[in-house]
Nanobody
């Protein structure tokens, strides 16, 4: 059974940084793309970032480009999201997701396993 467990969320002031981690088990991690999505209160879930199975290519939402960096360590079955220059509008529950295939997708239906989410709150 596939499990994705996020960690690293919390409360931070605007301009600060957080690093989210997502540990995966139950599937050959290195074969699948990984993604991060977020959902703010009253809003739809949205794509944040994703990375190819090999880690060589990544994609970002325009709203986080230049501030967030996704990376993965296939030896540790873990994907990370480094978030810098955080803004209040980044406040949301952040979800880690495992792709259906090896190449990343910006759509949520390109992922078949999801973590439970971790709260990120950015105060102004």
């Amino acid at each position: 059974q596939v499990q994705l467990v996020e960690s690293g969320g919390g409360l931070v002031q605007a301009g600060g940084s957080l690093r989210l981690s997502c540990a995966a088990s139950g599937r050959t991690f290195s074969r699948y793309a990984m993604g991060w999505f977020r959902q703010a209160p009253g809003k739809r879930r949205e794509f944040v970032a994703a990375i190819r199975y090999s880690g060589t290519t990544a994609g970002y939402a325009d709203s986080v480009k230049g501030r967030f960096t996704i990376s993965r360590d296939n030896a540790k079955n873990t994907v990370y999201l480094q978030m810098n220059s955080l803004k209040p509008e980044d406040t949301a529950i952040y979800y880690c997701a495992m792709g259906i295939g090896a190449y990343y997708d910006t759509r949520s239906d390109g992922y078949d396993y999801w973590g439970q989410g971790t709260q990120v709150t950015v105060s102004s």
